[in-house]
């Protein structure tokens, strides 16, 4: 089994800062990294990485309240990444990266007072994070693979981290020198300090698989995985290590099912906890600004730092202001049970925790190694002191969970619809000629244009033009459930698939029942995703077509639709004495989930379901 | 956030919208034809279009079906969603990035723009819904920059008003019966059969109600305006968008067609303008696009109704037709909807336009279908000299889908104490609204009455004009508060109410009304209340007094001090209205010397000056010689002593010292 090196944590990485290196030193390896990941590796996981000076400059800062003891969080001097279609502020003003149609709009403001996010003002303003970059994702968030970016697809980092991981050797038992050796060797040519000959021969063959002549090529040995999306640059930027912290948004598991595919922990908070204020909208009740890390244990640091600690959330409560729909958020007391510590020994931390297994899940297309590992899973979580209580049918039907899907994609499409209705070329958008983009390359175009005002016809080029297949495929769609002879055929069926799905997850949990049912859970569990990441060509894509790229997001949809904070764990999931393999990945991404608000126990148990 | 200079940056960019769909759609006039074939007129009272012949009318045909549609800004200080402000600026000044449509910014719901909306739906005595929630409306036009407008469709904010009115004609009560030579011009109904109309109004002006289906809170649309450049004849038309306006609360008040004609169309509407002034939540101003109103016109077939000839048949007809507003009449033709009228007038031109223009279509055997039509200002044809030509935007055909979707950035609007901003989150929305509704007129009517003391003559003056209320009663606590002798009894503060009310309704309104007057070209005569404000477009209102309650209030305070009388008082109202805008009644007293001389020494110092001086000792030597013309003696003495001390001298106490000196004098 090959496996690919150590993560650096964010723990391990706030120690060395406050011991043995600065942050310049750290932030520099990891833009050195992001560089390798980008230029040799060619994995497009970024969409623009800050110059060497602006990193150095952010991470002078953290050195200096770092070393006088006023470091702002953990987070301090961290280096991290966001997501395109989250505006930054200084760096990025407009998020125009998230769509070709936005990239005529660059808008570049130096002063204080810029359009920026709340997430990224927290991050990196009031948490002290380093920027490296902005990360790649499908159009719009609208995609599972990464291939939707409007050019290169992303790549999964997997298996040329398992061949560097190879390459360097089994891990030492000093971890601390090994990355103080990489970070103070640092170069953007060879980061992870490979020795020339196996770094030539890796570069090799990363061109060989990644130049365009596909013709000599065996598909069947490609190294070039999915990373899975929308959250593509996000996961993939954290399983090659040039990030400690990717922040990221989950839709319907933009977030969960590339931590999965990349063997990184996934984190989608509760639908609202974060302010989406300067995060581009795609379907606005299900977006959720969440983040991909390397474990469960950066999860738990991550969030705590976002969310603020208890003494600080009232400050919080002033910034959730400017998303209304995060007024509706309530952190969950975690049940009394849990918080009577530490009865859970360093032996038994899940003392006293139910975990659902729900039957519904239980899907007959979900390849065995999956199940397996699910299985796995559960047992080892029970071996660490919880309860498993398993969810029958009655309590929460397959028929919804496999309904989700569609409801997913109704609603999905119909707010996006609604959502992207602003590029239209007035003030959003590229202004085409109309004449010289659109009518003179196609005949047929023209007699559509023909009954159009030119008023029409501009906005029509632009978004013809300006966006790519999946986004017009998926406006398409949303305008058609949105029109009034079908919007209560599909879009209040799709509602009321959402609320009964929804209603009868709540109803699983130990807050939501009486206190006499002694059958509610904590948390439940369930795998990620079914499928494993896809081969996918440079030129040609997945192969998938949408509607089959749809059907992976089906583990993940349900906790969407319900808002429910959701985190995708990555397990060893070889099955002994076999030899199926799941590709890229040796690992496969269990997910937990719990009711609104219980992020702290979600995270707890994922913590402990990693070592599985 | 708010940035004045960043976001206007972005607006250099100027829209060519080039030909839409409205230059392109031919203008619907009515063809010489059909005019020559049937004469028809419409009656703006009744509704009824009639055929006419030689302007002598014939059979009914028509009745006009009218619903309204209000668009009324709120009068708050920022926007709906978000904190750009909503004063008037210079274009793209006042925007927000929300405003904008910026990707990923999100809207934050206004509480100003709540509590205005509640008010609002609370005077047209609609049901507040302790829920509401926002839904998008979805269309393309540059002057919307989300592509979507954030309105409630669904689950409005109030529902199920009535609101009771006067139709436009009667809605003065100055309004002098069978008088008929002040005709508006262009009002050709009521010429024509004036004894029908007078016949069946003869009842007296009675109450219309109309049912208000929904009032829901919505943003405005930026303002699209087109330029056009002409160089080398080649004229190229540009469109320029000011987004000031974009994403301001409107409120949007749909009533049912319990309308029949035009004047009530344009009753109702001043009304609801009235009562929206009343609570404050708009200013009303319809020339300034704060109040815009579009009309749903149809027309329903009446031959079979009633008998033209019979004059009592008609009459009951009629009353039926009031009596009856919440039942369509049978076969009612298609709605037409006519936008963006932005006076009274407008209203009852367009109205009268669209029940002839549908009236020839229907004779013509091709009844208009539904459809939505803008109005044309300008008169185009001689036929309508108020203008009111309507043309079409969009038919049945192209009917646009608005894709109407919950709006998924906002959770529902629960009003509940929390909400509210009570401390005391257990505090209903009836309880809020209680403590937050103005007094209603009627009942200031009674408070003025047991207050103050009022007449009911000066009670209904103040009323009908809401600020003047509050001017009253904010001058009142002045005047109280300023008057200085401290041993004054009762009595003479209790004069203050009426002296204050006096002042108000006499010669404020006087000064108010003459100066609105000064803005009108052609001045209408001045005793038509009704034609003069049609030409002002507003109320004549101590709202637009230069002298508010405070200075009115110190007025009356030197009134009862005695310090000056009321012929100076008025004097001094003048100089405040028109000439000095700033100053005290105080200062302005001094700058022109009115002081009243009450001492009874310094009178009597002026009173002997002017009674010994040589130029009148041929009068003194008459009064000494006593008889019956002593009494003309001393009045010629009186207004010489008036005169010599500039109308300053207290008219009692001069009369008793100049009684004291004649004594004096006399018995020398």
């Given at each position: 089994m090959n496996l690919p090196p150590p993560r650096l944590t964010i723990a391990r990485a706030s120690r060395l800062l406050r011991s043995s290196i600065t942050s310049q030193q750290l932030c520099a390896h990891s833009l050195n990294l992001a560089i390798f990941g980008e230029d040799s590796l060619r994995l497009n996981a970024y969409t623009k990485l800050l110059s060497a000076k602006d990193v150095a400059e952010q991470a002078s800062v953290s050195d200096q309240r770092i070393k006088s003891g006023q470091a702002k969080s953990l987070l301090d001097g961290i280096p991290v990444t966001i997501k395109a279609n989250i505006a930054v502020g200084r760096w990025w003003e407009l998020p125009t990266a998230c769509s070709a149609i936005l990239q005529g709009n660059t808008e570049v403001n130096t002063t204080d007072d810029v359009y920026e996010s709340d997430v990224s003002r927290i991050l990196l303003k009031e948490c002290g994070a380093v920027l490296i970059g902005i990360t790649n994702m499908d159009e719009f968030g609208m995609g599972s693979l990464g291939t939707y970016n409007g050019s290169v697809p992303t790549y999964n980092p997997l298996p040329w981290m398992q061949r560097i991981g190879t390459l360097i050797g089994p891990n030492t038992n000093d971890l601390d020198r090994h990355f103080l050796d990489q970070i103070i060797d640092s170069?953007?040519?060879?980061p992870h300090r490979l020795k020339i000959d196996e770094l030539q021969q890796l570069l090799d063959e990363v061109k060989y698989w990644t130049s365009s002549d596909m013709e000599v090529k065996d598909k069947s040995k490609s190294p070039l995985y999915s990373p899975g999306g929308s959250s593509s640059g996000a996961a993939v930027a954290t399983a090659h290590g040039s990030s400690l912290l990717s922040i990221g948004t989950d839709t319907g598991g933009s977030l969960r099912l590339p931590a999965a595919w990349t063997s990184t922990v996934g984190f989608k908070p509760t639908y609202g906890s974060i302010s989406r204020y300067g995060v581009v909208s795609y379907a606005s009740s299900l977006d959720t600004v969440g983040f991909v890390t390397g474990s469960s244990e950066c999860a738990e640091i991550a969030w705590a730092c976002l969310r603020g600690t208890k003494e600080s959330k009232q400050d919080w409560n002033s910034y959730i202001s400017r998303d209304s729909t995060a007024r509706l958020y309530h952190s969950y007391d975690t049940s009394p049970e849990t918080d009577a510590e530490p009865t859970g020994t360093n032996e038994n931390p899940l003392d006293g925790i139910r975990i659902g297994i729900p039957a519904a899940f239980s899907l007959h297309e979900s390849p065995r190694l999956i199940s397996s590992a699910w299985s796995r899973g559960a047992s080892f979580l029970q071996s660490k002191g919880a309860t498993l209580v398993s969810i029958p049918e009655s309590k929460v039907s397959s028929q919804w969970v496999k309904l989700s899907c569609a409801a997913y994609y109704v609603l999905a499409c119909a707010e996006a619809s609604s959502n992207l209705s602003r590029y239209d070329g007035v003030r959003y958008g590229k202004n085409h000629d109309v004449k010289q983009d659109t009518i003179s390359s196609n005949g047929d175009t023209e007699s559509v244009f023909a009954d159009m005002t030119t008023l029409e016809q501009h906005i029509s080029a632009t978004r013809a033009t300006g966006f790519g297949d999946e986004v017009q495929r998926r406006v398409l769609a949303g305008t058609s459930v949105l029109s009034s002879d079908r919007f209560h055929t599909h879009y209040e069926a799709a509602a009321t698939v959402r609320a009964k799905l929804s209603q009868s997850l709540e109803k699983t949990f130990r807050c939501s029942v009486a206190e006499e049912d002694s059958d509610g859970v904590d948390v439940i569990l369930v795998p990620t995703a079914l499928s494993f990441p896809v081969v996918i060509d440079s030129l040609k894509g997945s192969g998938l077509d949408s509607t089959t790229a749809f059907a992976n997001d089906v583990m993940t949809i349900p906790m969407s639709l319900g808002g429910f904070p959701s985190v995708s764990v990555p397990i060893h999931g070889s099955i002994p004495n076999t030899e199926q393999h799941s590709g890229a990945n040796d690992q496969v991404g269990l997910q937990l989930f719990g009711p609104r608000g219980s992020e702290e126990l979600v995270l707890k148990a994922a913590r402990t379901l990693e070592f599985a | 956030m708010f940035r004045p200079h960043t976001a206007s940056s972005y607006f250099h960019r100027s829209l060519l919208l080039l030909a839409n769909r409205r230059s392109s759609s031919a203008l619907s006039s009515l063809s010489g034809a059909s005019i020559s074939r049937v004469e028809l007129t419409y009656d703006?009272?009744?509704g009824i279009v009639w055929q006419t012949s030689s302007s002598k009318r014939i059979r009914p045909l028509y009745q006009t079906v009218i619903g309204i549609e209000i668009h009324a800004q709120l009068a708050i200080p920022t926007k709906l969603f978000s904190s750009a402000p909503t004063a008037a600026a210079p274009p793209n000044t006042h925007v927000h990035p929300f405003d904008l449509g910026y990707p990923g910014t999100l809207p934050s719901l206004s509480y100003s723009a709540v509590k205005a909306s509640i008010l609002s739906a609370s005077a047209l005595n609609c049901t507040v819904h302790k829920v509401s929630r926002f839904e998008r409306k979805h269309y393309f036009y540059p002057d919307l920059p989300p592509g979507y407008q954030v309105t409630q469709q669904r689950w409005p904010l109030g529902s199920d008003g009535l609101v009771e009115f006067e139709a436009w004609r009667a809605a003065q009560p100055a309004h002098k019966k069978g008088d008929e030579k002040k005709r508006r011009r262009g009002d050709i109904s009521k010429d024509v059969n004036a004894n029908f109309n007078d016949a069946n109004l003869s009842d007296g002006p009675s109450l219309v109600q109309l049912r208000i289906e929904r009032l829901q809170m919505e943003q405005d649309t930026g303002k699209t305006t087109t330029h056009s450049t002409t160089v080398d004849n080649t004229t190229t038309y540009t469109s320029h968008i000011d987004y000031n306006r974009a994403g301001c609360a409107l409120i949007e008040i749909v009533s049912h067609p319990d309308l029949r004609s035009a004047h009530e169309a344009a009753g109702a509407v001043e009304k609801i303008r009235r009562l929206l002034r009343h609570v404050g939540t708009c200013d009303g101003r319809m020339e300034m696009g704060s109040l815009r109103c579009d009309l749903n016109v149809s027309i329903a077939p009446l031959e079979d109704e009633f008998d033209a000839s019979s004059d009592s048949d008609a009459s009951q007809y009629l009353r039926n037709m009031r009596s009856n507003r919440s039942v369509l009449p049978a076969d009612v033709g298609q709605r037409v909807e006519v936008k963006n009228l932005s006076s009274l007038r407008q209203i009852i031109a367009a109205t009268e336009y669209e029940a002839l223009r549908q009236t020839e279509s229907s004779l013509d055997g091709v009844p208009t279908g539904r459809e939505t039509r803008t109005f044309l200002v300008?008169?185009?044809?001689?036929?309508y000299p108020l203008g009111g030509e309507t043309f079409c935007i969009?038919?049945?055909?192209?009917?646009?889908?608005?894709?109407?979707?919950?709006?998924?950035?906002l959770p529902p609007l629960v009003l509940d104490g929390e909400t509210l901003g009570?401390?005391?989150?257990?505090?209903?929305l009836d309880e809020y609204i209680s403590d937050m509704m103005p007094e209603s007129s009627d009942e200031a009517a009674v408070r003025l009455s047991k207050d103050y003391g009022l007449s009911d003559e000066v009670i209904s003056v103040i009323i009908s004009d809401p600020p003047a209320i509050a001017m009253l009663d904010e001058s009142v606590d002045i005047a109280r508060k300023e008057v200085h002798k401290l041993n004054h009894d009762d009595k003479e503060l209790g004069s203050i109410p009426t002296l204050a009310a006096n002042l108000l309704c006499n010669d404020l309104f006087a000064l108010v009304k003459r100066s609105a007057l000064e803005g009108i070209e052609s001045t209408p005569s001045e005793d038509n209340d009704d034609e003069l404000q049609s030409s002002l477009n507003h109320p004549i209102s101590v709202e637009f007094s230069t002298v508010h309650g405070k200075r009115l209030g110190s007025l009356v305070a030197m009134l009862v001090d005695g310090s000056i009388t009321s012929a100076m008082a008025k004097k001094i109202l003048a100089i405040m209205f028109k000439d000095d805008l700033v100053s005290t009644p105080q200062q302005i007293a001094q700058a022109n010397n009115f002081k009243v001389i009450a001492d009874l020494n310094e009178l009597m110092v002026l009173c002997e000056s002017v009674v010994l001086e040589p130029k009148n000792a041929k009068q003194l030597a008459q009064y000494k010689e006593g008889g019956k013309n002593v009494w003309k003696i001393e009045k010629f003495f009186v207004g010489k002593i008036m005169s010599q001390s500039g109308g300053n001298a207290h008219p009692e106490k001069m009369k008793e010292a100049l009684a004291l000196v004649l004594e004096k004098v006399g018995s020398l």
């Open positions: 170069t953007s040519c060879n | 703006r009272d009744t300008r008169p185009v044809n001689s036929q969009r038919s049945k055909g192209d009917a646009v889908d608005y894709r109407f979707m919950p709006e998924p950035d009570y401390d005391d989150t257990a505090t209903t």
